[in-house]
């Protein structure tokens, strides 16, 4: 089962920007380019965190490394 986290980027909590919800699971998520994928070289792609929202499944993407992540119970 995914893990319940809040996510953080400095002082600032992050919420979801649809329902205001704090409350996220993350992933990783390849940013895939049609250079790439033509030339057969999506695995060097860049990666993105992928926060979904546990309440309503938005996707936020983030690539700043410095997103930290706390685990929560719900």
């Keep these: 089962m995914a ?6 980027l400095g002082e600032t909590r992050i919420t979801c920007q649809v329902c205001r ?22 695995w060097a792609d860049e990666t993105a965190s992928g926060l979904i929202c546990w309440h309503c499944g ?11 992540l706390r685990r929560v119970k719900v």
């Design 3 to 8: 893990k319940a986290v809040h996510a953080w």
């Design 21 to 42: 919800g704090d409350v996220f699971r993350e992933r990783g998520v390849k940013l895939n380019s049609t250079g790439m994928e033509f030339m057969k070289l999506a």
């Design 58 to 68: 938005y996707v936020h993407l983030f690539v700043n490394r410095h997103i930290e």
